[in-house]
C-alpha cells in the first residue's frame, strides 16, 4: 500500500531521472546542512581541547616519541595551548620536523586556500551581481527559491563576455599560484637533498637498474650496462638474487606469531583462573605434517609450527647461494653527483633494454614487483586499470539512485505515496535529514574507496610503495570526477538524449531528435539544478577536518580494543604507535573539492567562499595533525608535487570547458566561442614551461656531465654496502619472536609441552633471536626460553611503542624509523667487515667460538653479506634493553648494529673510470 501501481510509477521514475534536482527543499537543506557541520564541528573540537591535555598517546605521538631534532615544539596543558605553537611554526623548522612530504602537504593547503580566497573575491564579485541583474531584467526565474536565483540561468546576450574575462582572470590567478608554488617547493626539495639525512644516506648516490637481460645477470653485467649509459665514476654493482619462497616463508612465520599470541592472551587472561580447556584451533591447509585439515590443540601446533617454519626459513637463506640471479640490480657511486649525473643522462636511454633510474629507499621497494618484465608489469596495469573501471562503472547506478531520490527526497515521494504523506506532514525535518543523507552516504563509501583502489594497485607492478600511492591518487581522483561530476551532476541530461532516441524510433532522422532535446540547455539546467547539493556537500567537509583533529575513532577503537577485548601485547604497543598519514585520500579530498569549486563558481558562485573556508579550517587543523600526531610512512621527499600540479591544471581546463558550453548554448556572439578556445594551448604551454624550467631540479641533485667537477667526493671506501642495503630483506629480516604479558611468565613451562618431534631440535641451532638463560620473572624485556620455543615476556609498564620503537619489527609504524633518529639507510664505514672463505662466514677476532652454534651460518652469493642480525654477539641483552628503571635509549645514543649492516663489500661488480 502507498506504492504507485506499476505503470504510473514506471512512468514517474522516468520522469524524475529526466529531472532529479527539484529544488522546492534546497535552502531548507542548506540552513540544516550548515547547522549540522558548523554544530557537529565546533563540538568536536571542543572535545579536542578537552581531551588532549590528558591523553598524548592519542594527541600527541609525535611529542611523546621523537628524537630531540625531530621533535615537534612542547606545548603545555592548557586548554588552547596548541595554537600557538600550530601558528608560530614555519615551514623550514617543519621541514626539519615532519620531513619534506608532511610539510609540501600543508602548503599546498595553503595554496588552495589562498587561491580560493583570492577566487571568491573575484567570483562573487562578478557572478553575483550578474546573475541576480539578468535574472530579474529577464524574468527567467519566477517562484524560484534564493539558491537558484544566483545561477546563471537568465544571463543571455553581452552579459556573456563577463564569463569570458572572469575565465582568463581564473586562469592567470591559477597559474601563478602554482608558478609561485613551484619555486618554493623547488627550493624546499633542494634543501631536503642538501639535507644531512639524505647526503649521509646510501640510496642518494645508489642506481637502480630493471629489466636487465639474462647474458647481464652478473654483478659485472650491471657495471658495464651502467658504463654504455654514461662512463662516469667508480661505482659497485650488484645483481640480485632469487629468493624464491623465502618472503611468503616469513610471511607464514610472522602470521603464526600473531595467531600464537592471540591465543595466549585469551587463555593467560586470568593467570590464576585459566579455562577448564586449551583452546584449539585447525591445522593450515597444507600443513605437510597433517595429511587433512583437522582441529589439534592450538598452543602446541603453533608453537612447533613456529619452529618448523623458523628452521625453513634458516635452510632457505642457507641455499641462497644456488639459486639463479633475478633481472634487477643495485649501483653505488661514491658520491651523490656522480649518481645524479648517470641517472640524468641514462634518463631517455635503455641501453641493453633496461630502465636505469634513481634507487628508492631500501624500505620503500616493493620487492616482489621488482623481478617483473615489461610484458607482466604491463598486464598488471592494465588488469588495475580495468578493475577500476568495472568499478567506476558498477557504482554508476547506486550514484545515480542517489542523485534522483537522497539528493531530493520529494523524488523518493512522487513514486511512494504513503512517503510524500511523511514529506508533507514534516517538512523542516524532511528538509534537514535531506541535506545531510546524500552527502553522508557518499562521503562514506568514499572513506572506504581508497582502501579499495590501493590492494587493487597491488598488483600493478609499481617498484615502490610511495610510488603506488601516486598512482592510486590518480585513480581516486579520476573516479571522483567521473561518478560526481559525469555521472551525478549530468544524469539527467545523459537520460534525456536516451528519450531523445527512444521517441526517435522508426524515425531515420535519429541525430535531429537528440539536437532537437536541447543537450547544452539540458546540461547547464542540470548544473544549475545540482549546486544546491556541492553546498550542502562541502559545507559537511568542515565537519570531517573537525572529526580528524578531535581523533575520537582512533580514541574510541583504542578504548573498545582494551576493555572488550584482549588484545595482545604486540597490538597493544602498535596502538600506541603514531599512526601513517593517507596523503593519497587526503590529496585526492582535497583536489576534487578544488575541482568542485572551479567547475561551478559560475553556476554557484557560492561554492567558492564555502571551499575557501574549508581550506582555512583544514590549514589549521591538519598542521596539529602532522606536527603532533601523523608520521610519514615512506619519505618521498616532495615526489607529489607534480601529480597535484597536473590534477589542478586539469580542473580549470574543464571549467573551461564548461564555461565554453555555457557560452556555446548562449549563441550571441561566435566571437566569444573562439577567444575561448586559447585558454587550452595558454594552460598546455604554462604547464611545458614548469616542466622545462622546474622537473629536473625537482628530481636530480646534478645534471652535470662530470661529477667530480660539481661537488666533493665522498671520503667513504670504494667498497660499499650495497649488497647489504639493497639486498632483499628475506635475506636478513629479524623473526618475530611472540610476545607474552609478564603476568603470565611463570606459567610458560606448564602450557608449552615439550616437543618430542625430533625434525625440531635441529632448529634450535639455527634461531633468528638470539637465546638466553632463563631469568628472573620480575625483570621486564627478556627472552623466555621454554621447550623448544622462545618467547618474550613485556611487562605492563613496558607496553608502549616507546619501548619498542627501535625494533626492527615495529619500525613501519614510525616511518621509517627517521622519527626518532634511525635512518632507514645510514651510509656508514665504521662497521666491521667480513671476510669469506669458501662461501663460510669467518668469525670477527673477538667473537667466541663456542658460541657460533648459536647462529646462523648461512652462506651468501657473490656480492651478499650477512647482516649484523646473524652476527655472533652476547648472549645477553643491553641493560638499557632489560632494565625499565633506566627508560628508553636515546636514538643518538643506541647500538647502531641493526642498521650499520657491514662497512665493506666483499668483491662485487666494479668499474673504474679515471675522472677528468
Known amino acids: 500500500m502507498g506504492v504507485l501501481p506499476r505503470d504510473d510509477g514506471t512512468d514517474q521514475f522516468l520522469k524524475l531521472i529526466q529531472s532529479p534536482f527539484n529544488t522546492s527543499l534546497s535552502e531548507k537543506a542548506f540552513w540544516s546542512s550548515f547547522g549540522y557541520s558548523?554544530?557537529?564541528?565546533?563540538?568536536?573540537?571542543?572535545?579536542?581541547?578537552?581531551?588532549?591535555?590528558?591523553?598524548?598517546?592519542?594527541y600527541a605521538p609525535r611529542l611523546k616519541h621523537a628524537d630531540e631534532k625531530h621533535a615537534p615544539p612542547p606545548v603545555d596543558k592548557g586548554v588552547f595551548s596548541w595554537v600557538s605553537p600550530v601558528v608560530k611554526t614555519r615551514e623550514q623548522v617543519l621541514a626539519e620536523k615532519i620531513g619534506v612530504d608532511a610539510t609540501l602537504f600543508l602548503r599546498f593547503t595553503k595554496m588552495s586556500r589562498n587561491l580560493m580566497i583570492v577566487l571568491s573575491v573575484v567570483g562573487l564579485g562578478v557572478y553575483i551581481p550578474l546573475n541576480v541583474i539578468q535574472n530579474t531584467r529577464n524574468n527567467a526565474l519566477d517562484h524560484t527559491n534564493a539558491f537558484i536565483s544566483l545561477t546563471p540561468l537568465g544571463v543571455w546576450g553581452a552579459a556573456c563576455w563577463a564569463h569570458v574575462i572572469v575565465s582568463y582572470t581564473f586562469d592567470v590567478i591559477i597559474c601563478f599560484f602554482i608558478w609561485w608554488n613551484y619555486r618554493a617547493v623547488t627550493h624546499l626539495r633542494r634543501q631536503y637533498l642538501?639535507?644531512?639525512?639524505?647526503?649521509?644516506?646510501?640510496?642518494s648516490r645508489t642506481l637502480m637498474v630493471t629489466d636487465i637481460p639474462l647474458k647481464y645477470r652478473t654483478d659485472d653485467g650491471v657495471s658495464q650496462i651502467l658504463n654504455e649509459a654514461d662512463n662516469a665514476g667508480d661505482h659497485s654493482g650488484i645483481v640480485a638474487r632469487n629468493v624464491k619462497g623465502l618472503p611468503e616463508l616469513i610471511e607464514e612465520h610472522d602470521e603464526a606469531v600473531r595467531e600464537l599470541e592471540a591465543i595466549l592472551a585469551k587463555y593467560l587472561k586470568n593467570p590464576d583462573k585459566l579455562p577448564a580447556k586449551r583452546p584449539r584451533c585447525k591445522t593450515q591447509k597444507g600443513d605437510p605434517c597433517y595429511s587433512e585439515v583437522t582441529k589439534v590443540d592450538a598452543i602446541d601446533y603453533l608453537t612447533s609450527r613456529i619452529e618448523r617454519l623458523k628452521a625453513d626459513i634458516i635452510e632457505k637463506r642457507k641455499s641462497v647461494d644456488q639459486q639463479k640471479t633475478l633481472s634487477y640490480g643495485f649501483?653505488?657511486?661514491q658520491s651523490i653527483e656522480e649518481a645524479h649525473n648517470v641517472a640524468f643522462a641514462a634518463r631517455r636511454k635503455h641501453p641493453q633494454g633496461t630502465t636505469i633510474k634513481l634507487a628508492p629507499k631500501p624500505s620503500d621497494l616493493i620487492w616482489e614487483n621488482l623481478h617483473l618484465d615489461r610484458g607482466r608489469r604491463r598486464w598488471g596495469s592494465f588488469m588495475n586499470n580495468f578493475w577500476v573501471i568495472v568499478l567506476t562503472v558498477v557504482w554508476t547506478v547506486p550514484n545515480a539512485l542517489i542523485a534522483v531520490f537522497l539528493a531530493n527526497l520529494s523524488n523518493l515521494g512522487s513514486v511512494w505515496s504513503t512517503f510524500q504523506g511523511q514529506l508533507e506532514r514534516n517538512p523542516k525535518t524532511w528538509g534537514a535529514i535531506q541535506g545531510i543523507l546524500a552527502p553522508l552516504v557518499t562521503t562514506l563509501f568514499y572513506l572506504v574507496l581508497p582502501v579499495i583502489f590501493r590492494r587493487l594497485s597491488a598488483y600493478a607492478g609499481d617498484y615502490s610503495r610511495t610510488a603506488r600511492e601516486r598512482h592510486v591518487t590518480q585513480k581516486l581522483y579520476a573516479f571522483f570526477i567521473f561518478n560526481n561530476l559525469i555521472?551525478?551532476?549530468l544524469f539527467s541530461t545523459a537520460w534525456k538524449y536516451v528519450?531523445?532516441?527512444?521517441?526517435?524510433?522508426?524515425?531515420s532522422d535519429i541525430w535531429s531528435a537528440i539536437v532537437n532535446s536541447h543537450p547544452f540547455a539540458n546540461l547547464l539546467t542540470a548544473f544549475c539544478d545540482v549546486s544546491p547539493f556541492w553546498l550542502n556537500y562541502l559545507l559537511q567537509r568542515n565537519f570531517g577536518a573537525a572529526l580528524d583533529l578531535s581523533q575520537l575513532i582512533k580514541l574510541t577503537k583504542g578504548y573498545v580494543t582494551r576493555k572488550l577485548f584482549n588484545p595482545t601485547p604486540r597490538e597493544r604497543?602498535?596502538?600506541?604507535?603514531?599512526?601513517?598519514?593517507?596523503?593519497?585520500?587526503?590529496?585526492?579530498?582535497?583536489?576534487?573539492?578544488?575541482?568542485?569549486?572551479?567547475?561551478?563558481?559560475?553556476?554557484?558562485?557560492?561554492v567558492l567562499p564555502v571551499t575557501a573556508f574549508y581550506f582555512a579550517l583544514d590549514t589549521f587543523t591538519k598542521s596539529y595533525l602532522l606536527l603532533y600526531v601523523f608520521v610519514t610512512k615512506h619519505e618521498s621527499g616532495g615526489a607529489f608535487w607534480r601529480?597535484?600540479?597536473?590534477?589542478?591544471?586539469?580542473?580549470?581546463?574543464?571549467?573551461?570547458?564548461?564555461?565554453?558550453?555555457?557560452?556555446?548554448?548562449?549563441?550571441?556572439?561566435?566571437t566569444q566561442v573562439v577567444l575561448m578556445i586559447p585558454l587550452v594551448p595558454l594552460i598546455a604551454g604554462f604547464k611545458w614551461y614548469c616542466r622545462r624550467t622546474f622537473d629536473d631540479n625537482l628530481e636530480y641533485y646534478s645534471k652535470g656531465l662530470h661529477g667530480a667537477e660539481l661537488g666533493k667526493l665522498s671520503t667513504k671506501p670504494k667498497n660499499d654496502r650495497v649488497a647489504v642495503r639493497f639486498g632483499h630483506p628475506a635475506l636478513y629480516k629479524k623473526l618475530m619472536v611472540p610476545l607474552v604479558h609478564e603476568k603470565a611468565n611463570h606459567l610458560l613451562k606448564e602450557i608449552i609441552r615439550d616437543q618430542s618431534d625430533a625434525d625440531f631440535g635441529e632448529a634450535n641451532h639455527y634461531s633468528d633471536t638470539y637465546r638466553m638463560q632463563r631469568m628472573s620473572t620480575h625483570q621486564s624485556g627478556q627472552i623466555d626460553t621454554t621447550g623448544e620455543a622462545t618467547f618474550e615476556v613485556v611487562n605492563?609498564?613496558?607496553?608502549?611503542?616507546?619501548h619498542f620503537r627501535n625494533r626492527e619489527e615495529f619500525r613501519e609504524f614510525g616511518g621509517d624509523g627517521e622519527l626518532y633518529g634511525a635512518p632507514s639507510d645510514p651510509s656508514r664505514s665504521s662497521t666491521p667487515s667480513f671476510t669469506r672463505s669458501n662461501s663460510n662466514i669467518s668469525l670477527p677476532h673477538s667473537a667466541d667460538p663456542a658460541h657460533y652454534s648459536e647462529y646462523e651460518g648461512a652462506t651468501y652469493p657473490t656480492g651478499y653479506h650477512p647482516p649484523s642480525t646473524f652476527r655472533p654477539k652476547s648472549l645477553t641483552r643491553r641493560p638499557s634493553e632489560l632494565s625499565i628503571e633506566q627508560g628508553p635509549v636515546p636514538s643518538r645514543q643506541a647500538d647502531q648494529s641493526d642498521v650499520n649492516l657491514l662497512g665493506d663489500v666483499a668483491p662485487i661488480g666494479k668499474s673504474t673510470s679515471g675522472y677528468s
Request: proline share 6%.
Open 573 to 606: 604497543i602498535e596502538l600506541s604507535a603514531p599512526p601513517p598519514f593517507d596523503y593519497a585520500a587526503y590529496y585526492n579530498n582535497f583536489l576534487f573539492y578544488t575541482t568542485i569549486a572551479l567547475v561551478f563558481a559560475p553556476f554557484q558562485p557560492l
Open 38 to 58: 558548523f554544530g557537529a564541528a565546533l563540538l568536536f573540537a571542543l572535545l579536542f581541547c578537552l581531551l588532549r591535555p590528558y591523553n598524548g598517546t592519542v
Open 796 to 802: 605492563e609498564s613496558q607496553m608502549n611503542f616507546e
Open 499 to 507: 528519450a531523445a532516441v527512444k521517441e526517435a524510433e522508426g524515425n
Open 194 to 203: 642538501d639535507s644531512p639525512e639524505y647526503q649521509e644516506s646510501l640510496h
Open 487 to 489: 555521472v551525478f551532476s
Open 331 to 333: 649501483a653505488s657511486y
Open 643 to 670: 601529480v597535484l600540479v597536473n590534477r589542478l591544471l586539469f580542473a580549470t581546463l574543464l571549467a573551461n570547458v564548461v564555461t565554453t558550453i555555457f557560452i556555446v548554448d548562449r549563441r550571441e556572439s561566435i
